[in-house]
């Protein structure tokens, strides 16, 4: 089964421009929940979709958004990019999100703002 | 605030050590702790934990929950260069707090020959 995939895998962008990352889960996976890790913060949730809704948001600002398609396909987007949103953007799939669900993890997208 | 708290922060071991790395966590309505390796990109899952006292196991590794007091440990013995790598480890919440993880900050494992 193939597993969580990510794409694109590196990015570099400058200060005030948008991105939108993609999140293939593994199939059959209804639940996708992304994190952000950087070296100061470590992982941090942003928010997880659940059939194309949004069930649970991070501390993150607006700027932060995200979506699901109703193939479980999700994005996140961000806009007005800060130095500070440099990041690996990890995002994660498991069935229905429940707490006995494991999340498989994808490579993640490597993103650079200059 | 929901909180994990990792220590070590980093070890150095040589192949053939034992090491346990600890996990403690305040995590309201907890349910679940879960282990994660982390190499160079994708944390890849080790073990979920959600009832006290009982060991998880698979092969080198091993780990246990105690839920009176709030902790976890992971166990790797005979370490091998290959388990060099940042381990993690996260709770999830009952409620609302869908396919939300809360992570520790991991510890960094370096194994040398």
């Known amino acids: 089964k193939a597993g969580v995939t990510q794409t694109p895998r590196y990015l570099i962008k400058t200060r005030g421009q948008q991105v939108t990352l993609s999140c293939s889960p593994i199939?059959?996976?209804?639940?996708v929940s992304w994190y952000q890790q950087t070296p100061g913060q470590g992982l941090q949730f942003l928010f997880e979709?659940?059939?194309?809704?949004?069930?649970n948001k991070g501390n993150f600002p607006g700027r932060f958004s995200g979506r699901q398609f109703s193939n479980s396909r999700s994005e996140m987007n961000v806009s007005t990019l800060e130095l500070g949103d440099s990041a690996l953007y990890l995002c994660?799939?498991?069935?229905?999100?429940?707490?006995?669900?494991?999340?498989?993890f994808g490579p993640g997208t490597r993103l650079t703002v200059l | 605030e929901d909180k994990v708290v990792q220590s070590p922060l980093s070890l150095v071991v040589h192949e053939g050590d034992t090491v346990t790395l600890n996990c403690s966590y305040e995590?309201?309505?907890?349910?679940?702790l879960l282990w994660y390796k982390q190499e160079k990109k994708a944390p890849t899952f080790l073990f979920m934990l959600?009832?006290?006292?009982i060991e998880k196991k698979s092969g080198r590794l091993s780990s246990i929950l105690d839920k009176k007091e709030l902790f976890s440990i992971l166990n790797i013995t005979a370490t091998q260069t290959g388990d060099s790598a940042v381990y993690l480890c996260?709770?999830?919440?009952?409620?609302?707090?869908?396919?939300?993880?809360?992570f520790g900050q991991g510890t960094i494992l370096t194994v040398h020959p």
């Open positions: 994660a799939s498991s069935l229905v999100g429940h707490v006995t669900d494991t999340q498989y």
């Open positions: 199939s059959g996976h209804r639940s």
């Open positions: 979709y659940f059939s194309e809704t949004q069930r």
């Open positions: 959600t009832s006290s006292g």
């Open positions: 995590v309201t309505n907890f349910r679940s």
């Open positions: 996260a709770s999830i919440a009952g409620g609302t707090s869908y396919g939300k993880l809360t």
